[in-house]
């Protein structure tokens, strides 16, 4: 048996934060940020809002669209990298809000490539028959490590979250393949260096913002863009498949520059790239079934169609998948 889409859902937070919005806490401006990223705007969770609270939502509106009900859940996997709390998983607050009693629920941690990362763990469990129902999901409140002094940074991240359910259905069906790698080497290229064991949270620690997200801009564009035209050429390859017979690519919505690059390199016209990241910013783990929900809601991808999912994070990390609808 393999694994299949059968419902998708998606929540961001109804407050938006602006180019505007920025110009009056950094120096900034809407040309500066639309011309290196192409966002315009960007979603942010209430102060003190869970992660879980929006994960709930989205998986509410992913159980009804595929008709299926919290109990018959077999297995939850959430990808993020800004959990409600250290201990216990997101995952398992999900599961009681919801009344998934009869789930096992994890958390994984690969940033910006969580959501393919968790669809991966999942589809291996259906196909060793772990379970026959999962809910896969990628959540994040970014703005909880955002740096808004920053103006490299800042200008980017959005909080927001996305669910799948998946079903097992025979082989060649729904979920092909997903390939995962990994460069531990490169971890500093993104990072936030504080809160863990190596730097524990203290008044110091936080007042020099260590809490917050680093990155090295100009290497991680270049390693972004590489990294996920190579994964899906993989992808492509493995299946026995070109770019031209992908309905619709979905690219981790990172920023329209990337998004672009990787577009050209593959060769996918402009019309089959889905880009939202206009009015979400940069949702790390989110951003993919995000994208994947509003493509579905907007008529952009149709039964049977095949679909191309990559991502790229810190790690670093990064994935596809292709999937049949």
């Known amino acids: ?170 082989e060649g069906d729904g979920v092909l393949s997903c390939h995962l790698h990994s460069d531990g080497n490169l971890w500093e290229l993104i990072h936030c260096p504080g809160g863990g064991t190596v730097n524990p949270l203290t008044p110091d620690l936080i007042s020099r913002r260590m809490i917050y997200i680093r990155m090295q801009g100009n290497e991680t564009f270049k390693h972004a863009v590489t990294k996920m035209v190579d994964v899906a050429q993989k992808a492509l390859a493995h299946n026995g498949c070109t770019i031209d017979d992908v309905a619709l690519f979905i690219p981790h919505q990172a920023n329209l520059r990337i998004v672009s690059a990787v577009g050209k390199r593959l060769g996918v016209t402009p019309d089959r790239v889905f880009v939202n990241l206009e009015r979400y910013g940069n949702t790390s783990a989110a951003s993919v079934p995000i994208a994947l929900a509003e493509a579905k809601a907007q008529g952009r991808i149709r039964p049977g169609d095949l679909v191309l999912l990559v991502a790229f994070g810190a790690g670093l990390t990064w994935g596809s998948a292709l999937i049949r609808m």
Do not use: H
């Open 1 to 170: 048996m393999a694994s299949k889409i059968v419902g998708l859902g998606m929540y961001a937070p109804p407050k938006k934060m602006t180019n505007q919005d920025l110009e009056k806490l950094v120096e900034t401006s809407d040309s500066w940020i639309m011309e290196r990223t192409g966002i315009k705007s960007r979603r942010i969770a209430e102060l003190g809002a869970a992660n879980s609270d929006m994960g709930f939502l989205a998986s509410q509106k992913a159980l009804a669209d595929a008709g299926v009900r919290a109990e018959d859940i077999d297995l939850i996997v959430v990808g993020t990298c800004t959990p409600d709390m250290p201990l216990p998983s997101t995952a398992c607050f999900i599961q009681k809000k919801l009344g998934a009693r009869n789930a096992f629920a994890l958390d994984l941690n690969a940033a910006c490539s969580g959501f393919i990362y968790a669809l991966s763990v999942a589809d291996a469990l259906i196909r060793a028959g772990r379970g026959r129902k999962a809910l896969v999901l990628g959540s994040e409140i970014l703005s909880s490590v955002t740096d808004y002094t920053d103006r490299a940074t800042c200008i980017l991240f959005g909080d927001g979250s996305g669910a799948v359910v998946l079903a097992e259905c025979p």
